[in-house]
């Protein structure tokens, strides 16, 4: 009889644990499904903030839109000579800081020579297309010029169509410099340096009025 007491009281314990492990496996299985709904809910609240910001964006009245396409036809000029169209090029090229009097810069003529017509948005204009045009020289004055055809800062009827852009370091040897009265007789010292320059190929589309 006490045999079978000591049993029930084995098998009590026994179910005891098995109802708190199972308790505990139901707590924890909740606290993920928790823990995975929090860190969804913090993406969608996220994602809900960043449309507000899009949504709550003032759109641009029709009388913006009318005087920026108006600005963008008065910038338009009307050219028939390609090499006005190089002209325009070259100056780009100038005030970003290339050497256009050495081979820096190599326009070839734009293709065909008289232009193209095309029509955008309703109206039609004449469009002369570079190809292979190349520009080499200090980084910076590179990017420079790259950055003026690809944003239309100066000229904004230029559209950039392709690019592919080298970047090089070269050494730079100064003037001679002799030591002092270490130096011994012939001995020289030239100081040298090293700058980061670039040579780029661009494809270039210059829209104008007919």
Same mark, same amino acid.
């Given at each position: 009889? /006490? !045999?079978? %007491?000591?049993?029930?009281?084995?098998? #009590?314990?026994?179910?005891?644990?098995?109802?708190?492990?199972?308790?505990?496996?139901?707590?924890?299985?909740?606290?993920?499904?928790?823990?995975?709904?929090?860190?969804?809910?913090?993406?969608?609240?996220?994602?809900?903030?960043?449309?507000?910001?899009?949504?709550?964006? @003032?759109? $641009?009245?029709?009388?913006?839109?009318?005087?920026? &396409?108006?600005?963008?036809? !008065?910038?338009?000029?009307?050219?028939?000579?390609?090499? !006005?169209?190089? *002209?325009?090029?070259?100056?780009? *090229?100038? %005030?970003?800081?290339?050497?256009?009097?050495?081979?820096?810069?190599?326009? @070839?003529?734009?293709? @065909? @020579? /008289?232009?193209?017509?095309?029509?955008?948005?309703?109206?039609? &204009? #004449?469009?002369?297309?570079? %190809?292979?045009?190349?520009?080499?020289?200090?980084?910076?004055?590179?990017? $420079?010029?790259?950055? !003026?055809?690809?944003?239309?800062?100066?000229?904004? =009827?230029?559209?950039?169509?392709?690019?592919?852009?080298?970047?090089?370091?070269? =050494?730079?040897?100064?003037? /001679?410099?002799? /030591?002092?009265?270490? *130096? =011994?007789?012939? *001995?020289?010292?030239?100081?040298?340096?090293? #700058?980061?320059?670039?040579?780029?190929?661009?494809?270039?589309?210059?829209? =104008?009025?007919?």
């Amino acid at each position: 009889m /006490e !045999d079978i %007491k000591n049993l029930l009281n084995r098998f #009590r314990q026994s179910g005891i644990l098995l109802f708190i492990g199972f308790l505990l496996i139901i707590y924890i299985a909740f606290g993920f499904v928790y823990w995975q709904q929090s860190s969804k809910q913090g993406e969608l609240e996220e994602q809900v903030a960043n449309i507000s910001l899009i949504v709550d964006k @003032p759109l $641009a009245s029709k009388e913006d839109l009318k005087a920026e &396409y108006d600005d963008v036809n !008065d910038a338009l000029t009307s050219i028939t000579d390609s090499g !006005d169209a190089i *002209a325009k090029i070259v100056d780009i *090229a100038q %005030k970003s800081g290339i050497d256009t009097d050495s081979d820096n810069l190599i326009v @070839p003529s734009a293709n @065909p @020579p /008289e232009g193209r017509e095309e029509t955008v948005g309703g109206g039609t &204009y #004449r469009v002369f297309s570079f %190809k292979n045009i190349s520009v080499q020289g200090d980084f910076d004055n590179v990017m $420079a010029f790259i950055s !003026d055809l690809d944003s239309g800062e100066t000229q904004q =009827t230029m559209v950039l169509t392709r690019i592919t852009i080298n970047q090089v370091e070269v =050494t730079v040897e100064g003037e /001679e410099a002799t /030591e002092g009265e270490e *130096a =011994t007789e012939g *001995a020289e010292e030239v100081e040298v340096s090293t #700058r980061i320059e670039a040579n780029a190929t661009l494809d270039v589309d210059l829209y =104008t009025k007919l």
